[in-house]
């Protein structure tokens, strides 16, 4: 079997011209989308997504609005900006780059902003919107996963799907979407039996487990499209994913490559969301 590459960049790029022209068709009515980005501290990590985010909005035509913070900034201090940014008409997307420093209280933070902003999807209304199938801001890594396959032409609908690894980032939201679109799913972890049986049955696979190369081609169905979520060093400091890539050629029917798979994409949904945040609060199509 010839195994295909999901091009995650082409994808991606797709998704942002189109919000691109979303934003031109907005700027002729008057509305320019904006974006505010937070970041505390010196995360070398962060900075890079952060600067990413910069670019895809220039990119798209979102203005962005940058807040870097130093470290020891107080919770308070972060929160009174978020209240402040919740309440400017300018703002329709407002984004704190996680993880914050030990101090300041993660979900207190999400919490803050308003779920109208969050772009990210992390606000437990519009978690629970996308639980009982209620239109929200769906998180972006999960929304690009579902996008990938969608754009590369592979059937949800009826397919056995397995997502192994189950947190609230991307786990649980990416089976939730699965479910949305008809698909049989099984959510797997660190403590699942048979994991091999149960892969076997998976037409679907999705690895958001966070261990290098913990999925090898043996233990897939023949034909199975593989999402690889994760983004890890191998024992020689390469950047690859929670699935052994080379072991699944000629087993896969797809597969994503890390990097250049669901990383870009997760970029493009935040643009996606920003231009869709943007139109409920104007309340223009």
């Known amino acids: 079997m010839n195994t295909q590459l999901i091009d995650g960049k082409q994808i991606a790029l797709e998704i942002k011209d189109e919000q691109k022209k979303a934003a ?3 700027s002729l009515k008057g509305v320019q989308p904006g974006l505010a980005v937070i970041l505390v501290g010196d995360n070398s990590a962060s900075k890079v997504y952060v600067s990413n985010k910069k670019k895809a909005c220039e990119y798209v ?9 130093p470290t020891e900034t107080s919770e308070e201090e972060l929160l009174e900006l978020i209240h402040t940014l919740n309440h400017d008409k300018c703002v329709h997307g407002i984004l704190v780059q996680l993880p914050l420093p030990k101090h300041m209280d993660e979900q207190k933070v999400i919490m803050a902003i308003s779920p109208l902003k969050d772009v990210d999807g992390f606000h437990p209304y519009n978690v629970g919107a996308l639980s009982i199938g209620l239109n929200g801001l769906v998180s972006c890594t999960p929304a690009g996963v579902i996008e990938l396959l969608k754009r590369s032409n592979v059937t949800i609908q009826g397919k056995n799907c397995v997502i192994i690894g189950r947190s609230n980032i991307v786990g649980k939201p990416v089976s939730l979407l699965l479910l949305r679109e008809h698909g049989t799913v099984t959510i797997c972890h660190s403590k699942t039996q048979n994991l091999e049986l149960i892969l076997q049955q998976a037409d679907i696979v999705v690895a958001a487990v966070g261990i290098a190369k913990f999925i090898k081609g ?18 020689n400091g390469k950047l690859c994913g ?3 890539f080379d072991s699944c050629q000629g087993i896969a029917s797809q597969i994503t490559p890390v990097p250049g798979g669901v990383g870009p994409m997760t970029i493009a949904m935040l643009m996606h969301n920003c231009i869709r945040a943007t139109k409920n609060q104007e309340g223009v199509n």
């Open 24 to 26: 031109e068709a907005l």
């Open 61 to 69: 035509g979102i203005k962005s609005f940058s807040y870097e913070l």
């Open 218 to 235: 043996h233990q897939l169905k023949e034909g199975a499209v593989v999402i690889d979520v994760g983004m890890n060093r191998d024992e």
């Open 242 to 244: 929670d699935v052994d």
